[in-house]
């Protein structure tokens, strides 16, 4: 047995409290001398010696009560003993064919001994063959941590064995938390890192994000990838506000002097121009660009409209000091060069992550609240209940 809290065990020193009074009150009272009393009609009054019966079954009811109810905070989790000493795992694979060849041994010799082994998948499905894959889906951390908290009812002092291919889709959570002992086995798709995407602008630049996820202009670019835009960024401003014109602007203006970003702005539409981002704090309901991405403010009068696309954003409010943290913030920039960069497809989410970065994102989270202890702490609650229950009616019966 072990204990979640055990410092809440240091409580039961309070037992102490309810011997303490119950000696008090047993205490012989002191005799005082009275000249009157000779005027009383006496009466032989048998003196109570040693502690009544009552009393002492209150004590220890007492005593019961304290120690259970600092037993409960304490959390006890028991663990069965096993005649089985041998080290148990619990395997949660990728369904993939790179990690089921990579692995193949260990994951034939975990289901030959017995071993649990689960896809991680949305089921948590069970494997019986490693040739025969499930149907597969998007891996990142949310199906991660789902497939460990399907499996985490059946953990019973196992250590889980986590079988992954690296990369950054897995850090779409800030921590995976593990309910007990866990290992990692990751490998890298080399066939998967793509060379990175860039944006082409004149000169020879590149604007791309690099190894350490750092959004660069270079004139010479060592990743060989292709360009999701050429020339400079095609940007109209639709915003029939002032104030909110003039922060887009200056917030364009800091990206092209930070990141050198190429922008050509404009406040008036061009007939038959392709623009690559508009501004507007008027929804533009029709003839809209898939390839646009558009920007709309003050997005609290479009709550009869239905914009869902990829390439809609909606700010609750308008684009000015007064109304927008972003803008008062001075966080506008770097949110806008967020969203370029998503547009564009610059991410560079198949980037394999360090194992410091790995070993930062898994936590163990200890003790997990098993299925087969769960009786145990309703039983131990169930115990304090019925005792202080006959602790009361002793002491109000009794006149204790």
Not at 252 to 269: D, H, S, T
Request: hydrophobic share 40%; charged share 20%.
């Amino acid at each position: 047995m072990e204990f979640i809290n055990p410092l809440m065990l240091w409580g039961a020193l309070a037992i102490s409290i309810p011997i303490i009074i119950h000696f008090w009150h047993q205490k012989k009272g002191k005799i005082i001398e009275w000249a009157a009393t000779q005027w009383l009609v006496e009466k032989n009054l048998q003196q109570s010696r040693g502690i009544r019966l009552d009393n002492i079954l209150l004590l220890i009811l007492r005593c019961l009560l304290l120690f259970t109810l600092c037993f409960f905070l304490s959390k006890p989790f028991l663990k069965w003993l096993n005649n089985d000493k041998t080290a148990k795992k619990i395997h949660l694979i990728q369904p993939n064919n790179l990690i089921t060849e990579n692995y193949k041994f260990e994951i034939e010799e975990a289901l030959k001994k017995g071993e649990k082994c689960y896809w991680i998948n949305s089921n948590a499905q069970q494997i019986e063959d490693i040739k025969e894959l499930p149907s597969q889906e998007i891996f990142d951390s949310n199906l991660l941590q789902k497939s460990i908290k399907k499996i985490s009812k059946s953990i019973d002092n196992e250590t889980v064995e986590l079988y992954f291919i690296n990369n950054h889709q897995l850090n779409q959570l800030p921590n995976i938390f593990v309910p007990t002992a866990f290992r990692i086995h990751t490998i890298v798709d080399s066939n998967s890192i793509q060379n990175q995407d860039y944006i082409k602008f004149s000169g020879g630049k590149n604007l791309f994000v690099n190894a350490k996820n750092e959004l660069v202009n270079q004139g010479i670019s060592n990743k060989n990838g292709k360009a999701k835009h050429e020339g400079v960024i095609n940007i109209l401003i639709q915003n029939n506000d002032a104030t909110e014109t003039q922060s887009i602007k200056a917030a364009l203006n800091a990206l092209q002097e930070i990141y050198q970003f190429e922008f050509k702005i404009e406040e008036q539409v061009a007939p038959n121009k392709l623009y690559d981002v508009v501004f507007s704090n008027k929804i533009i309901s029709e003839n809209r660009n898939k390839t646009t991405l558009y920007i709309f403010s003050d997005a609290a009068i479009f709550k009869s409209q239905d914009l869902r696309e990829e390439n809609v954003i909606l700010l609750q409010n308008q684009l000015k000091p007064q109304t927008s943290e972003l803008v008062f913030n001075g966080n506008l920039p770097e949110f806008l060069g967020e969203q370029f960069i998503k547009h564009f497809g610059l991410q560079n989410s198949n980037k394999p992550m360090s194992k410091k970065q790995i070993d930062a994102l898994f936590k163990l989270q200890q003790y997990p609240m098993q299925a087969a202890n769960k009786w145990f702490s309703k039983g131990i609650l169930l115990i304090f209940i019925i005792l202080l229950s006959i602790e009361r009616w002793l002491a109000i019966h009794k006149n204790a």
